[in-house]
């Protein structure tokens, strides 16, 4: 009886070993701190004299949630080479974001392609009210109260890139009364 006891405590402790938590299946700590995310893998497929050639079209986003992110695209014609491309090509592009306290410190709407983006501010607690693709950058940037509205096309790199573009024009009132040679308390 023990013995029979002994072998479901190691299947389920193997169990428990190989099962990630919910919802956050893509996302993997690297050992600079920083999280990454596919968003997005594409077969793609190029008609050549001697037939079709496939290859990968990868879309990742890293980030640190603390306010630094990063997008980037890798093509390959594996898969696994493909997102490696991407989260370094991510990595590259990292911006800083302009936030005030967990959210965001002005509306923006931003237009990529035929995608547009529209971010609001919302009070504390309300979370990340936001779709797929949109999520992913607003998650891993960490900010965590905000509204995002996606208009337009919803093509995830499009949608990803409006985001990112939205993100990187964000500007605090600090920011924008020293630019004008002036102080917060005049704007």
């Given at each position: 009886?023990?013995e029979v006891n002994n072998k479901n405590n190691?299947?389920?402790?193997?169990?428990?070993?190989?099962?990630?938590?919910?919802?956050?299946?893509?996302?993997?700590?690297?050992?600079?701190?920083?999280?990454?995310?596919?968003?997005?893998?594409?077969?793609?497929?190029?008609?050549?004299?001697?037939?079709?050639?496939?290859?990968?079209?990868?879309?990742?986003?890293?980030?640190?949630?603390?306010?630094?992110?990063?997008?980037?695209?890798?093509?390959?014609?594996?898969?696994?080479?493909?997102?490696?491309?991407?989260?370094?090509?991510?990595?590259?592009?990292?911006?800083?974001v302009n936030m005030n306290g967990t959210t965001?410190?002005?509306?923006?709407?931003?237009?990529?392609?035929?995608?547009?983006?529209?971010?609001?501010?919302?009070?504390?607690?309300?979370?990340?009210?936001?779709?797929?693709?949109?999520?992913?950058?607003?998650?891993?940037?960490?900010?965590?109260?905000?509204?995002?509205?996606?208009?337009?096309?919803?093509?995830?790199?499009?949608?990803?890139?409006?985001?990112?573009?939205?993100?990187?024009?964000?500007?605090?009132?600090?920011?924008?009364?020293?630019?004008?040679?002036?102080?917060?308390?005049?704007?």
């Open positions: 009886m023990a190691e299947k389920q402790q193997r169990r428990s070993e190989n099962n990630r938590p919910r919802g956050k299946k893509n996302d993997r700590p690297t050992d600079d701190g920083l999280e990454k995310r596919m968003v997005d893998v594409r077969s793609v497929q190029k008609t050549v004299q001697g037939g079709r050639t496939l290859s990968f079209s990868a879309l990742c986003v890293v980030g640190d949630r603390k306010g630094r992110v990063g997008i980037g695209t890798g093509k390959a014609r594996e898969t696994v080479n493909a997102i490696e491309k991407a989260f370094n090509v991510a990595k590259k592009n990292m911006i800083t965001i410190p002005h509306e923006i709407v931003m237009k990529y392609g035929a995608s547009t983006i529209a971010l609001k501010p919302a009070k504390e607690g309300t979370g990340v009210i936001a779709g797929g693709a949109a999520r992913s950058v607003l998650e891993l940037a960490g900010i965590r109260d905000i509204t995002a509205k996606n208009h337009g096309s919803n093509n995830k790199i499009n949608t990803v890139r409006a985001t990112f573009e939205a993100l990187r024009a964000l500007r605090t009132a600090e920011q924008v009364a020293a630019s004008r040679g002036k102080k917060v308390e005049e704007l």
